[in-house]
C-alpha cells in the first residue's frame, strides 16, 4: 500500500467480530516504538489485551463517536473491538509526552490500515477503571486508548472548506461521515 492510500484511512468505530492475530498486534506495536519522540526518551510503554473477555470489561469504560452517540458505541460481541492497546507512560504526563504518544498512535493507526485493521484512538476513557483491570498502579499513566479490529464500516471522507462544520455525522444508510478542511482551508502561504 502507498502512502496516499494511508491518508484515505479513517477512524472504525464498528468492527467485525474475527480475532486479531498476535503477529498483527506485534506489527502495530513495531510501528509505535519506532515513532518519533522527544529527546528519544522513549517513555510510553503499551499493554496489548487480546484476551476477549478482558476487552469486553475494557469497553464500557471507553467512550466512541461522541458526535453520533450512541449509535457508534460500539456493542460487546458484535460491534466491539477484538483488542485495544493502552498507551501508558512511565512518568507523571506532561506536553511532550502527549506529543511522543500522538506519533505512536498515529503510527499505530497507519500500520493497522496496513495491515488492513481498523483503529479507533480514543482519548475518553475511565482511567481509574481501566487501570484496575489492568494491574496498572498508577491510572493517570494511561494516556489513552486504541481499539483494534477487522472494519465492519467504511467510513467517508468529506474536503471541506474553512467556513464548512467539520462535525462528523450519521447519512440515512447510516453511512458515518467525516469532513476534512482542505489545504488551502487551514494553510497560510507566505
Known amino acids: 500500500m502507498d502512502f496516499s492510500e494511508l491518508l484515505r484511512r479513517r477512524t472504525v468505530r464498528r468492527f467485525a467480530q474475527e480475532p486479531l492475530k498476535k503477529e498483527e498486534v506485534r506489527a502495530i506495536l513495531e510501528a509505535a516504538r519506532l515513532a518519533s519522540c522527544a529527546a528519544n526518551l522513549q517513555r510510553l510503554r503499551y499493554i496489548a489485551v487480546m484476551e476477549p473477555s478482558l476487552v469486553a470489561a475494557i469497553l464500557p469504560h471507553t467512550a466512541f463517536g461522541m458526535m453520533v452517540h450512541p449509535k457508534r458505541q460500539p456493542v460487546a460481541g458484535v460491534t466491539s473491538p477484538t483488542a485495544f492497546i493502552a498507551v501508558c507512560s512511565t512518568c507523571d504526563p506532561n506536553e511532550s509526552l502527549h506529543a511522543d504518544a500522538g506519533a505512536a498512535i498515529q503510527s499505530m493507526e497507519f500500520a493497522a490500515w496496513n495491515l488492513g485493521i481498523g483503529a479507533t484512538w480514543l482519548g475518553s476513557h475511565k482511567q481509574a477503571e481501566i487501570a484496575a483491570l489492568l494491574d496498572v498502579e498508577k491510572p493517570g499513566r494511561i494516556l489513552y486508548m486504541v ?17 464548512a462544520s467539520v462535525k462528523y455525522y450519521l447519512d440515512a444508510d447510516d453511512c458515518i461521515h467525516v469532513p476534512k478542511y482542505t489545504v488551502d482551508a487551514i494553510t497560510t502561504w507566505k
Open 147 to 163: 481499539a483494534l479490529g477487522r472494519p465492519g464500516e467504511t467510513p467517508c471522507r468529506e474536503d471541506v472548506d474553512a467556513d
